[in-house]
């Protein structure tokens, strides 16, 4: 399975982004996705993540209000739109998949990830 995002970039505070993630290889109708950030030295975060069973997505505290995640399972793709980014989202966000879909929280394990895309808000 390879996982592709996309949708990166540079944004001022208070901008847009919207991240896909594009699954090839099989079908990840079955799999909870999730979206995880990395900044600078700080360790990678779950920022959200959604079940394939459906029910309500989850999210990180400093995140809740302002980033929705989604999922197109006949486009085997997911998504996250950011709104009123901060420069505290300053990060490379990877997408990721788990076939251990624990419905809903932080995903506790990574079966596939993706490559990476760098979002930086600045000032």
């Known amino acids: 399975v390879q996982l592709q995002a996309s949708g990166g970039g540079l944004v001022q505070t208070g901008g847009s982004l919207r991240l896909s993630c594009a699954a090839s290889?099989?079908?990840?109708?079955?799999?909870?996705m999730g979206w995880f950030r990395q900044a600078p030295g700080k360790e990678r975060e779950c920022v959200a993540s959604?079940?394939?069973?459906?029910?309500?997505?989850y999210y990180i505290d400093s995140v809740k209000g302002r980033f929705t995640i989604s999922r197109d399972n006949a486009k085997n793709t997911v998504y996250l739109q950011m709104n009123s980014l901060k420069p505290e989202d300053t990060a490379v966000y990877y997408c990721?998949?788990?076939?251990?879909?624990?419905?809903?929280?932080?995903?506790?394990?990574?079966?596939?990830w993706g490559q990476g895309t760098q979002v930086t808000v600045s000032s």
């Open positions: 959604i079940s394939w069973r459906g029910g309500s997505p």
């Open positions: 290889g099989r079908t990840l109708r079955w799999y909870m």
């Open positions: 990721a998949a788990d076939n251990n879909d624990i419905g809903s929280g932080p995903m506790p394990s990574v079966d596939f």
